[in-house]
């Protein structure tokens, strides 16, 4: 195969027209490895030395990306990871044309091995979804390398499977949270003027996804600290991005004229991801605005027909209330063999 690297962000507008056809036609297609949430990514949060690695087979078909960045640590390790790695990305891996794994996961295991690309001592792939090639493939080929492969499962991605209707959807919780949610939709709904809506192309988005901030902000002293002004630019950028594809589901709750709750989404291949949300424990905490909306986003992802409400990474009790069932993603770790250091 043809390898070519590329190490800075010139490269990812060179392959603007490829990558995602190539994406479409791996084994796991997400947001997170679109070259609109590589390329932001990269541009806003991205350290160290790029390595943008492409594979094309004969016909110069493109049949591989390996989206690679190299860090160091305090010790010296020099550590290559995915771009995206790890807090802001959820699912991430190598993007392989389906069916030709093993030939483009052996021609990058060789190109890792060359005095090209003899800068690394460590490789960690981190939210590689359950589903991906690369687990059992990917293993078997570092070994025969003469590296060591480990596999640690980092976290879980409850996924709700959504039925045709709300009443079934309901109808699939347990009696107690089935009765919680509609107590709470209720209640909201008596004792309040409520408005929800998705930002649309008719409102200012500069104006709500400050506000969207501004509620990420006021959750909780963990979210004021992530919500940095590095972390701010990433978030502004990737709303601009993704909004004109029809990406983008950012949702507010008004309660009596105030903003009490938001909730950012992506809508993407066929599923709702819940990327992020916010609220004013000040304002109306008493009538659960973000559960409500919350209801209402999984109602509205019914309506669309969408097969999956994904609620990424982390464990938060609410999740499985809700009907969340895990899946995994796992952090695979390469350790170069000891004669190639």
């Given at each position: 195969m043809k390898i070519e690297t590329h190490t800075d962000l010139s490269g990812f507008d060179a392959l603007a027209g490829e990558w995602n056809d190539l994406l479409k036609r791996s084994a796991f297609d997400t947001l997170f490895l679109t070259w609109e949430w590589q390329r932001t990514w990269w541009e806003h949060l991205g350290e160290g030395d790029l390595f943008l690695i492409t594979l094309r087979d004969d016909q110069g078909h493109l049949a591989g990306i390996a989206p690679l960045y190299r860090t160091v640590s305090a010790s010296g390790e020099r550590k290559l990871s995915i771009v995206g790695c790890v807090d802001v990305s959820d699912y991430l891996d190598i993007i392989v044309a389906q069916g030709r794994e093993r030939e483009v996961y052996g021609a990058l295991l060789d190109y890792l091995d060359s005095a090209e690309m003899a800068g690394w001592d460590a490789a960690e792939l981190c939210n590689v979804p359950e589903v991906s090639p690369a687990h059992q493939a990917l293993a078997e080929m570092v070994v025969e390398h003469g590296h060591e492969f480990r596999t640690i499962v980092e976290d879980v991605c409850p996924v709700i499977d959504l039925p045709a209707t709300w009443d079934a959807y309901l109808n699939?919780?347990?009696?107690?949270?089935?009765?919680?949610?509609?107590?709470?939709?209720?209640?909201?709904?008596?004792?309040?003027?409520?408005?929800?809506?998705?930002?649309?192309?008719?409102?200012?988005?500069?104006?709500?996804?400050e506000a969207f901030i501004?509620?990420?902000?006021?959750?909780?002293?963990?979210?004021?600290?992530?919500?940095?002004?590095?972390?701010?630019?990433?978030?502004?950028?990737?709303?601009?991005?993704?909004?004109?594809?029809?990406?983008?589901?950012?949702?507010?709750?008004?309660?009596?004229g105030q903003k009490a709750a938001s909730m950012l989404n992506f809508d993407y291949e066929d599923a709702i991801l819940v990327y992020n949300s916010g609220y004013d424990p000040r304002r109306h905490?008493?009538?659960?605005p973000g559960i409500v909306l919350l209801a209402y986003c999984i109602q509205h992802a019914i309506e669309l027909g969408r097969a999956r409400f994904d609620f990424l990474r982390g464990d938060e009790p609410y999740k499985y209330r809700?009907?969340?069932?895990?899946?995994?993603?796992?952090r695979l770790v390469i350790v170069r063999g000891g004669d190639r250091r």
């Open positions: 699939s919780l347990d009696k107690k949270q089935r009765h919680e949610i509609r107590r709470k939709m209720r209640r909201i709904e008596g004792e309040a003027d409520v408005h929800w809506y998705i930002v649309d192309q008719g409102r200012d988005l500069v104006e709500e996804i501004e509620l990420h902000q006021k959750s909780s002293a963990d979210k004021d600290d992530f919500m940095d002004e590095q972390m701010k630019g990433f978030f502004r950028a990737v709303a601009h991005v993704l909004q004109p594809l029809g990406w983008l589901q950012l949702a507010f709750i008004e309660v009596d905490a008493h009538l659960s809700f009907g969340g069932k895990d899946t995994k993603v796992y």
